[in-house]
Structures are given as C-alpha cells and as structure tokens.
C-alpha cells in the first residue's frame, strides 16, 4: 500500500511516499528557516504563505523521487494536529483537494503520532509495549503504547515551555541565532556543563509533566545580573542544555519504571541534540533498554512519519469518511 504523506504543522513543507507503512520510496521537505531567521522563531503567518507557495512543489517532488504517478497512490495521509492553524490549513486543503479529485482515501493524522512512528522506521517494531518522550518546539510530552496499531496513551506534558522552545528562546536572548537547538548543540561542545548550576523542575515526586519556564527566567536573571566578561558563553548554553536534558532523561526513567517497560522512543526535533542521545544511550545500558531513536533527518518534521502513521491508522480504522468535512486541530492530545 503506497501511501502518500502531507504534512505542513508548523514551518517545514513536506511531502512523501511510503509503502506499507515501512519503505520509504521519496521524502521531501521545504524549510523556512531563512524566512524566520531574522525573528528569531517562527512567524505564523509567514509560515502559512510559505506553504501556499510550496505544496504543491513538494507533492510533485515527492511523486517524482518515488518515481510513481498520482495512480500509483493508494491513499494520503495528512497531518490533521496538533500544530499552527494557518499552516494546518494548506496541508489539508491540498490534501482534501487531491483526495477528492482523484477520488482517493483520506487518512487524518496526529502529527505526535507521526512523531512516534518515526522512530521505528529504520529498527525492528518493538515487541512489547513502550514508552515514548516526544520532544519537540512545540511539544514536550511522554506517552506509552502497547503497540503501533493503537493510540498512544497521555502520561504527561509540558506545564508551559516546549523543550525546544526554551533552546530557541535562550539563544535568541544571548543572539545566537535560530533554530536555537542546533547554535546551542554546537557550542555546547566547546563548554562546561557543569560551569552554572541553572535550576532542574521536577514538579513532584512522581510527576510526568515538564516546566521549562523557570529555567528560561533563571539563565535571563543569569545574563542580566553578570558581566558578559566574568562566564563563557559556551559554559553558559552548556549548564543550560545539562539542565534541560537531565529532565527529559529523568522524566522518561520515571515513565519506564512507572509502566515496567524496557523499550524506550526518543523523537521529536530535540531527539536530534547530541548530549540528549548520549545521555539515552548511558541509561539504555544501565536499564537493559532497547533504545529508539530516529535518525537525524527523520528527527524534525518530515512527511515520512505521517506517511508510515497513516498505514497504522489505516489499519487502526480506517480512512475519513467526509473528505470535506475534515478541518485542522491546533490541541490533539
């Protein structure tokens, strides 16, 4: 079954092919990380006329690389949300065009769900049940999955601040530059993580949920109250990333050890940070883990994931029954 996936959620325009939820035949992404540069981050709007623009180019690609016809599919796939409504929007509307033309199947997808399937694409499925950490710009979540052919379920979520939307709000305060993961990753490596004990929020005992906002205030109070001349900027976004992945590691033991689990997901867009996945592979090892991890081009937004999560909820249930009726969902668990 050749399955051809939209997705358009916040800033990256993509398309791809994917046989039988597993076999990737194209994968094609637009970025915009040129046009939201200079803010900083993204810019809904911006964002949203962007993917006007190049939907359709992206379709075409995609068939192209797959080196098949619009025949040839079987179904789409398109991400329903979570995400930025305007940017929803163009992936659907181009979705529900192409499914109701040509008389195809539509499947709606959750864009964490995709997210998740990511991270078996390229590995043997799990055998048993899983807990996965979906950490992202937007996103900063735990599920657990008795397998991929059923709904993730809900464990906890950020309280405020997305994972990746404290990196990106902490370079733009020290004007490092955006996407502020990949400058923060970077510099890290030239730094001490250990050079400013910054603030871990654990929320409880047996907490699941993340807050990240007090450890964002706690490096602006650090730039405010030192001189630029008394710290290195490399010990600072070190001590800042330490922080922040020394709670996505803790949470997610949490998670493991609440649900006696032994197969542990790591995706989303921090899933690509180089500290967060040496951290996985250490507690991997000490927890008899089988790890998952996507590869890096896999890690941020891609077609490919919904593309291979719309075979499982094909399977699940099937296709959307009213092509027209579809719409976008900026919360979706």
Known sequence: MR????????????????????????????SQIAVHRPFGGVVPELASRKHVEAILYVVEAALEEAECSMNDIDAIAVTRGPGLIGSLIVGISAAKAIAYALEKPLIDVNHLEG????????????????????????????????SLDQPPEFLGGTLDDAAGEAFDKVAKLLGLGYPGGVVIDQ??????????????VYLGKDSLDFSFSGLKTAVVNFVRTHSPLTYRVEDLVA????????????????????????????????????????????????????????????CTDNAVMIAAAGY????????TRDILTLDAVSRWY
């Not at 998740?116 to 710009?137: E, K, M, R, T």
């Not at 689990?261 to 927890?287: P, S, T, W």
């Not at 499982?312 to 296709?319: A, D, N, P, Q, T």
């Open 239 to 298: 001590s800042f990333q330490e922080a922040v992945v020394d709670v996505l590691v803790a949470k997610t033991v949490l998670a493991a050890n609440m649900k006696g689990v032994k197969n542990v997901a790591v995706v989303g867009g921090v899933a690509a940070n180089r500290r967060l996945r040496h951290k996985f592979e250490e507690k991997a090892i000490d927890n008899r883990w089988k790890l998952y991890v996507p590869p890096i081009h896999l």
């Open 187 to 200: 510099l890290s490596e030239q730094g001490n993580p250990t050079a400013i004990d910054f603030p871990r």
């Open 3 to 30: 399955i051809l996936g939209v997705e358009s959620s916040c800033d990256e325009t993509a398309a791809a092919v994917v046989e039988d939820g597993r076999r990737v035949l194209s994968n094609v992404v637009s």
């Open 115 to 146: 997210h998740i399937h990511a991270a078996f694409l390229d590995s043997d499925l799990p055998n048993a049940p899983f807990v996965c950490l979906v950490a992202s710009g937007g996103h900063t979540a735990l599920y657990y999955s008795k």
């Open 312 to 319: 499982g909820v094909w399977k699940r249930k099937g296709f």
